[in-house]
């Protein structure tokens, strides 16, 4: 039951919810449950809003922060798959910082 991690594409024609249209670009899966391990642990305000068993979506103006409690995890981790799962979401979360059309959306069981 882990949190897979999701960068998509956000298009929408006017202002209805009904023409938002989403486009996966990337996708960090987490079938060993790293990501949500980790996620579990934190303290940190965004990292612990993860939902194991729901969605959270996080857009490009929530990514400096992300980043930021990225790194502070990176910091403290001891295993190679942490920092694997870990700096794979961080790319995406830095994809997402730069282009404003895109969200992150952590996608639990």
Not at 18 to 44: G, H, I, K
Not at 46 to 72: H, I, K, S
Not at 87 to 93: F, G
């Amino acid at each position: 039951m882990g949190v897979d991690v999701v960068l998509n594409e956000v298009s929408q024609q006017g202002t209805s919810s009904r023409r938002r249209r989403l486009t996966q670009l990337d996708v960090v899966p987490d079938p060993d449950e790293v990501f949500v391990r980790v996620c579990a642990r934190s303290s940190l305000p965004l990292l612990g809003r993860v939902d194991p068993y729901g969605d959270l979506v996080l857009t490009a103006v929530e990514m400096p922060q992300f980043v930021a409690e990225l790194d502070q995890e990176l910091a403290g981790t001891v295993t190679s798959a942490e920092r694997e799962v870990l700096s794979a979401v961080r790319r995406l979360a830095e994809r997402c910082a730069t282009d404003a059309c895109t969200e992150l959306q952590l996608v639990g069981d």
